[in-house]
Structure formats: C-alpha cells, structure tokens
C-alpha cells in the first residue's frame, strides 16, 4: 500500500539542539527511501537518501537511520539551525529503475525555537 | 546540478476554464516525469506518470479527462486542468529521474499555485 500522509505534526526544537523527526513507511517492497525538505511555496528538495542494504547513512549534519524489521525511518539534523525550518517529508520508490515512483509519506513540520 | 522548472508558479484562472503547466528538464532529458498534488498542510499526492511518446498512467481516483498530460518530448512534460472549478485549486509539482550511472536522482519543479475563481 501507499503510505500518504493525512496531516502534518509539529516538531518544535530549541535552536542549537538537535531534531529527530520520524516516518513509518507501509511497503516491505521498497528499497530506496529518500528525505526531503520542503519551504513554503517551494518544491521538495533532496536531503539524504537511503537504500534497503543500509541502516544507517550520514550527510552533512544529517543522518538518516533504517529500521526495516518495523519499516520504520528517522532523519537526525544535528545542531539545528533557523534555516532548518520547514516541512520534512520521507518518501519511498519500490523500484530502482527511472520510471519508479516517488511516494511521499506524512510530512512533519520542524520549527525552530530562538 | 540539474533542474526541473515548471511555468507558471502561480495561476490564477476563472471556473469552466482550462489551465495548462509545463514542466521542463533544463539540462537532462526526461523519459518519464510525474505530476504530484499537494493541498495545504498536506503531504504530496501523486496524480499520474507523464510517458514520453505515450500516454500517461494515471493514479486510483484521478480523473484523465479532467487533467490531460502530454509529454511530446524528453525535456518537456504538460499537466492540463479541463473546466477548471475551485476545487482543483491547489499546489502542483512535478518531478523528472536523472540516470547518473547506478543511480537515480528525483528532481522536483518549483510548484505552481493554481487559484480557480
């Protein structure tokens, strides 16, 4: 099935802490998960992706973890900064050719405490 | 690196009209883009895949007649909102895969917000 999110939490983070935003994902078939960042009035951008051989992967202040024994994701942001503000949402793409979907999960939207 | 653009980003257009966007891949050509749809504080639903040289699949619950895709070469895809009504109102976003070797990369337009008064 397709994991579509029906509303958007909040995750509230003091400035300088660091934020874990979380996202459960419904197709044991998928392989390759992706995160992504989305301002207002924008299209998503691409934070950090992850295939199903790995659990853990680590970008620049982010970290992304999978846990596919509960098809469970999580994006770490390290140090969060202002700039961090926005709706996050993790996506999947059951397949690895270009003609794969992306299908995005229930975004969270990340605000930053001064 | 490569971009997707889409044209207009923001539309306004009266009830019973149609409305067409474009969605371009600037520096990549583009076998197959999608078309997404997005209500406020909601995540991105995804409508239908945009096949160059032929024709579009189209996801559960999203009517073809009412939006018509066409995808008449590799770097161009358009989504065309028939007899438009203010429910179609929304944010729409299209994206297109760059094959980079053993790797595939989504690329995501801008978004274009369609007001239907």
């Known amino acids: 099935g397709e994991s579509v999110g029906l509303h958007l939490p909040t995750l509230s983070v003091q400035e300088g802490d660091n934020s874990i935003i979380n996202c459960a994902y419904s197709?044991?078939?998928?392989?390759?998960f992706i995160w992504y960042k989305q301002e207002s009035g924008k299209g998503p951008q691409f934070i950090i992706d992850?295939?199903?051989?790995?659990d853990k992967r680590q970008g620049q202040r982010v970290t992304v973890l999978l846990n596919k024994t509960v098809k469970h994701l999580s994006l770490q942001i390290a140090a969060t900064q202002p700039g961090d503000s926005a709706v996050y949402f993790c996506?999947?793409?059951?397949?690895?050719?270009?003609?794969?979907?992306?299908?995005f999960g229930s975004g969270t939207r990340l605000s930053i405490r001064p | 690196g490569a971009v997707v653009s889409q044209h207009p980003s923001r539309v306004i257009c009266k009830s019973g009209t149609s409305v067409k966007i474009e969605c371009r891949s600037l520096?990549?050509?583009?076998?197959?883009m999608f078309w997404y749809r997005q209500f406020p504080k909601k995540s991105l639903m995804l409508m239908a895949t945009?096949?160059?040289?032929?024709?579009?699949?189209?996801e559960q619950g999203v009517e073809k007649d009412k939006f018509l895709i066409n995808h008449a070469s590799l770097t161009l895809s358009t989504l065309t909102v028939t007899s438009a009504h203010p429910e179609d109102s929304s944010f729409y976003i299209c994206?297109?895969?760059?094959?980079?070797?053993?790797?595939?990369?989504?690329?995501f337009g801008q978004g274009t917000r369609l007001t239907v008064v």
């Open positions: 994206s297109a895969f760059r094959d980079r070797g053993m790797n595939t990369e989504a690329f």
């Open positions: 197709n044991s078939a998928s392989d390759y």
């Open positions: 992850i295939r199903s051989n790995m």
């Open positions: 996506a999947e793409n059951p397949g690895y050719s270009s003609a794969s979907k992306i299908i």
């Open positions: 520096d990549f050509q583009a076998t197959t």
């Open positions: 945009s096949n160059e040289g032929s024709k579009a699949t189209y």
